[in-house]
């Protein structure tokens, strides 16, 4: 039982790039999440899905876009990446209530 | 302002107590969740409460809840190096899927 798994680790990407991150997880869990954490700003809601074919946008969605592929898996995509999304993205998946768990994050460097 | 405000620092002695605050504004809220963080990881629950509870106790760790003031507390008893993590505050209540509003995060520091 892997929980949420989330590739790539780390990445970097020049201004106007594009790249996909990826989450699955293995929990049968009907909600995902993905989250942006800044130094100083906690976590912010970029999108979610409540449950598989339904995504919304959430806090911050500006710049992202999301495909819920099937119930396991919960795509995040920067079409064009800016020097702003530097960030750490963390996936998360909940049955709906109480306790969400979070994947190990990526760290994406945007030059 | 902020739905969940934590303060940004915490550093205490080994051994000693910690006391991490939290204040919220939402009077629906629900559940109202302690996240840790270690460096590099993810965020991991440590523990929630409902509403309608005043306090939650497990093991090292008591959480009260002051519903009148809109104010939620974490208290970890004999705090070890292995405490120092960044900690979470968030709430949620029934908005479509319960998403939780998270705090910006309290980092405990635990020197010897």
């Known amino acids: 039982n892997a929980g949420v798994t989330q590739t790539p680790k780390f990445q970097v990407l020049k201004t106007g790039q594009s790249m996909t991150l990826q989450c699955a997880q293995d929990?049968?869990?009907?909600?995902m999440y993905w989250y942006r954490q800044d130094p100083g700003m906690g976590l912010r809601l970029i999108y979610y899905?409540?449950?598989?074919?339904?995504?919304d946008k959430g806090e911050v969605p500006n710049g992202y876009n999301v495909s819920r592929l099937n119930k396991r898996e919960f795509s995040l995509r920067l079409e064009s990446a800016a020097p702003s999304q530097t960030s750490v993205y963390f996936c998360?998946?909940?049955?709906?209530?109480?306790?969400?768990?979070f994947g190990p994050g990526t760290r994406l460097t945007v030059t | 302002g902020e739905d969940v405000e934590q303060s940004l620092f915490l550093s205490v002695r080994e051994g000693d107590s910690s006391v991490i605050n939290c204040t919220y504004t939402?009077?629906?809220?629900?559940?109202l969740y302690w996240y840790k963080q270690e460096p590099g990881a993810g965020l991991q629950l440590l523990t929630y409460?409902?509403?309608?509870?005043d306090m939650k106790q497990d093991q090292r760790l008591t959480v009260l809840l002051n519903k009148k003031d809109k104010h939620l507390s974490l208290r970890i008893a004999d705090t070890q190096t292995g405490d120092s993590a960044i900690y979470f505050c968030?709430?949620?209540?029934?908005?479509?899927?319960?998403?939780?509003?998270f705090g910006r995060g309290t980092s405990l520091i635990v020197h010897p």
């Open positions: 998360a998946s909940n049955t709906g209530l109480y306790e969400q768990y």
């Open positions: 929990m049968n869990h009907n909600s």
């Open positions: 899905s409540a449950s598989e074919g339904t995504t």
């Open positions: 939402d009077s629906s809220s629900t559940y």
């Open positions: 409460i409902f509403s309608n509870m």
């Open positions: 968030a709430e949620s209540w029934e908005r479509g899927s319960y998403i939780p509003t």
